[in-house]
């Protein structure tokens, strides 16, 4: 089993950062990749950025290209997402899921794993 917790969600203005942690435990050797989604009231869970656990890979959406960096650092068994110019519309909450599927997942089918997510609010 692998356990997920993330944190440093908040509220900020727009145009603003947020650094998101996701802290993994467990059987963390056993993780291909991670990711991290979102969901905004009324809407469906999103993929935002992913990770590959060992090599450099990463996957972003169309939507946070060039303002969102995911990142991770093995030793502490974390994965963070560096969020900057932040809008309105990134309002949501934010989980963080792994996968023990051998590739880069976009879609929430394949993760095994989710924390129980992190409030992220982005005011106008």
């Known amino acids: 089993q692998v356990q997920l917790v993330e944190s440093g969600g908040g509220l900020v203005q727009a145009g603003g950062s947020l650094r998101l942690s996701c802290a993994a435990s467990?059987?963390?050797?056993?993780?291909?990749?991670m990711g991290w989604f979102r969901q905004a009231p009324g809407k469906e869970r999103e993929i935002v950025a992913a990770?590959?656990?060992?090599?450099?890979?990463?996957y972003y959406a169309d939507s946070v290209k060039g303002r969102f960096t995911i990142s991770r650092d093995n030793a502490k068994n974390t994965v963070y997402l560096q969020m900057n110019n932040l809008k309105p519309e990134d309002t949501a909450v934010y989980y963080c899921a792994a996968t023990l599927v051998p590739r880069i997942l976009t879609t929430t089918s394949g993760y095994n794993y989710w924390g129980p997510g992190t409030q992220v609010t982005v005011s106008s």
């Open positions: 990770i590959s656990w060992s090599i450099d890979r990463t």
């Open positions: 467990g059987r963390t050797f056993s993780i291909y990749s």
